[in-house]
C-alpha cells in the first residue's frame, strides 16, 4: 500500500501491474466500452425485466392483434395481441442465459481436460486428443438435433447438448497454452530454484492461460446465444410459452409479409447482441496482448 | 511420409467407425420407434401385430449391437437398406435423389465466397489501415455477427416482399439463375468470413517477410513481387481451409434450405430426424463426417508435400 504511494509521487513514470496495464488498455478503447455499456444494460434489462418491461410478456391485448409499431407498442404485437418489446426483453432472459450457462459448463469440462491432457501428456493426452478427434467430426449442428431428440424438450436440455462438444475448443486451447508454457525459460527456472509442481500449475500455468480462456469465453457465449437462436428458430430449442429470439424469429417467419415486426425486430436485437459480445472479446484480446500500444 | 499417411489413414478409419457407433446408439436412445409417429398421426391406428411384423422385417426385434453389426456389413457393400418413411425406396436412392441440390447450393456458394472472401482479404491487406482494411473487417465483422438465417429471412423480406425482385423461395435447377441469387448469398456468410480473414492475415505475414524485402530491395517490378512472391507464399495455407469448406458446403445448410425450400440433403436429413428416419439420418450423417474427415485427411497430406517446413515423420 504504502510503497505504491511513494512510487507514485516520486517516480515520474507510473509503474503499472499486469492488472492495471490490462486496465488501463481496456478502459481507453472506446469501441469495447460501448459494447460493454450495451451488455450490462441488456443484462440489467432481462433482470429487471418485470420493472423495464411496459407490459407482461403474456398479456393479450385484444384490442391490438397483430398491431404494428405504435404509441403503444413500439416494436408491435404477435398473433395473440403480445407486446414484442416486452417479449423481446424477457427473451433476452433465455438468450443471455443459455450463453452464459452454456459456456460455463463448456469452460468446467474443457479447462481441467485440456490442463490434464496438456500436463500429464502420454497416454491420457493421447486418449483425450481421439475423443477430440471423433468429436469434431460430426458436424455440430446434426448432433445437436440429435441431442435435442433424446432430451427431453427444455431449458436445460440446450445447455447439455452445446455443451457436449462445445468443449472442445477450450480443452484444446489450455492443452495448447499448457504445453508451451511448460517449455518457457521462466517455469524451467521457477523448477531449476526448486519450485514444487503445484506452485508451477497454480502460479504459472493456469495463470498464464487465464487470459486467453477468457477471452475465449467472451467470445464463446455469442456462439452459444446464436447456436440456441438457431435451434430455436427450427423449432427443437427453446418451447413456448418461454420466449427467446430465435424462436421468436423462427415462429413468425411465415408472415413477413404482413407482419414484418415479429422477424425483423428480434433479428436486429439478436445481430446487435452479437455484435456487442464479439467486439467485446475482441477488445478483451487486444487488452490482454501487452504488444500492442495504446 | 510414408508411414504419415498410413497412420493418419488410420486414424479416419478409426474416426468413422466411432462416429457410426456414437450415432448408431445415439439415435436407438430417441425416445419412440419408428412405427409410434405413424400410428399416432394416421387417422387408422395400425394394429400392433402389424408393428411387430414391420419391426422384424427391419430387424429392429435385434440387441442392438447386432443390429449395429448387420448395418455395418451392410455399408461396407454400399447398402444403407430401406428408408422407414418412404416406403419401398433405398436410402442410397433417397440420397443420390436430394444430394445434387446441395452440391449445386454448394458449388455455387464456393465460387462466389471464394471471389468475394480472396478479393476483400487481398485488398484489406495490400492497404492496411486505409479504407478498403476497414471495409473488409466490416464485411467480416457482418458476415460474423449476423447469422446466415436472420440474414436469409431479411434478404427475403427486402428483395422478395418488399421489392418484388427475386423468387421468394423455391429451385428451378439450371434453367432459372433468379432462384439461386438470395440462397447462395445467404450461405456465402460464414465461408467469406473464414476466407477473408486467413487471406488477409495469411498476406499480411508474408508481406512484413525478409524475402519480400530482398525482391523488391534487388530491384523487383512490384506486380512480380505480389503475384511470385507474396500470393504464392501466402495463398497456400488459404488453399487448405478451402477443402474442409468446401466438404461442408456441398453436403447442404439446413438453415438455407429449409428458408428457401430446397430440397437438398441439408433439408431432407432435418426432416428425416423429426421422423425417426434411422437408416437415412444414419447414412446422412455417414456421409458428412466421411467427406469432412477424407477432405481433412487430403489436405493434411497436401499441406505435407507443399510446405517442406511441417514435420510430420516426428508426430507419433
Not at chain 2, 202 to 231: C, P, Q, S
Not at chain 2, 235 to 254: D, E, F, H, K, Y
Amino acid at each position: 500500500m504504502t510503497t505504491t504511494e511513494t512510487t507514485a509521487i516520486a517516480a515520474p513514470f507510473k509503474h503499472r501491474s499486469v492488472g492495471q496495464a490490462f486496465w488501463f488498455r481496456f478502459r481507453h478503447n472506446r469501441r469495447a466500452m460501448i459494447a460493454l455499456g450495451f451488455i450490462i444494460l441488456e443484462i440489467l434489462a432481462a433482470v429487471f425485466a418485470p420493472v423495464v418491461a411496459p407490459y407482461p410478456p403474456d398479456k393479450i391485448h385484444y384490442e391490438a392483434l397483430w398491431s404494428l409499431p405504435t404509441k403503444d407498442h413500439w416494436m408491435g404485437t404477435d398473433d395473440l395481441g403480445r407486446d414484442v418489446l416486452s417479449r423481446i426483453i424477457y427473451g433476452g432472459r433465455v438468450s443471455i442465459s443459455v450463453g452464459v450457462l452454456a459456456q460455463t459448463m463448456q469452460v468446467l469440462i474443457g479447462l481441467p481436460i485440456g490442463a490434464i491432457a496438456g500436463l500429464l501428456g502420454g497416454w491420457i493426452d493421447y486418449a483425450f486428443m481421439r475423443l477430440i478427434d471423433i468429436l469434431s467430426s460430426v458436424p455440430s449442428l446434426l448432433l445437436y438435433l440429435l441431442m435435442m431428440l433424446v432430451l427431453p424438450r427444455g431449458f436445460g436440455s440446450i445447455i447439455i447438448a452445446l455443451s457436449v462438444t462445445g468443449w472442445i475448443g477450450i480443452a484444446r486451447l489450455v492443452r495448447g497454452q499448457v504445453l508451451s508454457l511448460k517449455a518457457t525459460d521462466y517455469v524451467r527456472a521457477a523448477r531449476g530454484m526448486g519450485a514444487n509442481t503445484r506452485h508451477i500449475i497454480v502460479a504459472h500455468l493456469l495463470r498464464n492461460t487465464l487470459s486467453p480462456v477468457m477471452v475465449s469465453v467472451t467470445l464463446g457465449i455469442p456462439g452459444a446465444m446464436m447456436a440456441e437462436a438457431g435451434l430455436s428458430f427450427l423449432g427443437i430449442g427453446i418451447s413456448p410459452p418461454m420466449s427467446s429470439w430465435g424462436q421468436m424469429i423462427g415462429l413468425y417467419q411465415a408472415y413477413i409479409q404482413t407482419s414484418w415486426h415479429l422477424t425483423v425486430f428480434p433479428a436486429l436485437v439478436l445481430s446487435v447482441t452479437m455484435l456487442a459480445w464479439f467486439t467485446l472479446g475482441d477488445g478483451l484480446r487486444d487488452a490482454f496482448d501487452p504488444s500492442i500500444q495504446v | 511420409m510414408f508411414r504419415f499417411i498410413i497412420m493418419r489413414f488410420g486414424g479416419l478409419i478409426g474416426v468413422l467407425l466411432a462416429v457410426s457407433i456414437l450415432t448408431f446408439f445415439l439415435m436407438h436412445a430417441v425416445p419412440g420407434g419408428p412405427f409410434d409417429a405413424m400410428t399416432a398421426s394416421t387417422a387408422q391406428m395400425i394394429p400392433l401385430e402389424l408393428v411387430r411384423d414391420l419391426e422384424v422385417k427391419y430387424g429392429l426385434d435385434k440387441p442392438l449391437w447386432t443390429q449395429y453389426w448387420l448395418f455395418l456389413r451392410a455399408a461396407l457393400r454400399g447398402d444403407f437398406g430401406y428408408s422407414f418413411y418412404a416406403s419401398g425406396r433405398t436410402v442410397t436412392e433417397l440420397v443420390q435423389q436430394h444430394w445434387p441440390y446441395s452440391i449445386h447450393v454448394g458449388l455455387l456458394t464456393l465460387a462466389f465466397s471464394s471471389v468475394v472472401g480472396l478479393a476483400l482479404g487481398i485488398v484489406a491487406a495490400m492497404n492496411p489501415g486505409r479504407w478498403p482494411d476497414y471495409f473488409g473487417t466490416g464485411v467480416s465483422l457482418f458476415c460474423m455477427t449476423v447469422p446466415s438465417f436472420v440474414f436469409a429471412k431479411l434478404m427475403q423480406y427486402i428483395f422478395s416482399v418488399r421489392l418484388g425482385l427475386l423468387p421468394t423461395s423455391g429451385w428451378e435447377g439450371w434453367a432459372e439463375p433468379k432462384y439461386w441469387i438470395l440462397p447462395v448469398l445467404s450461405n456465402s456468410l460464414g465461408p467469406v468470413l473464414t476466407l477473408q480473414r486467413y487471406t488477409r492475415s495469411a498476406i499480411a505475414d508474408v508481406m512484413r517477410a525478409n524475402y519480400v524485402r530482398t525482391a523488391r530491395a534487388k530491384g523487383l517490378g512490384e506486380a512480380k513481387v505480389t503475384l511470385i512472391h507474396i500470393f504464392k507464399n501466402a495463398l497456400t495455407p488459404v488453399v487448405t481451409v478451402a477443402g474442409p469448406m468446401t466438404a461442408s458446403l456441398i453436403t447442404g445448410s439446413i438453415f438455407i434450405e429449409s428458408i428457401f425450400r430446397i430440397p437438398g440433403l441439408g433439408w431432407y436429413t432435418n426432416v428425416s430426424i423429426s421422423r425417426r428416419d434411422y437408416p437415412l439420418i444414419l447414412a446422412s450423417t455417414l456421409l458428412w463426417t466421411a467427406l469432412i474427415s477424407v477432405t481433412y485427411f487430403v489436405t493434411d497430406i497436401i499441406y505435407a508435400l507443399l510446405d517442406p517446413r511441417v514435420a510430420y515423420m516426428k508426430e507419433r
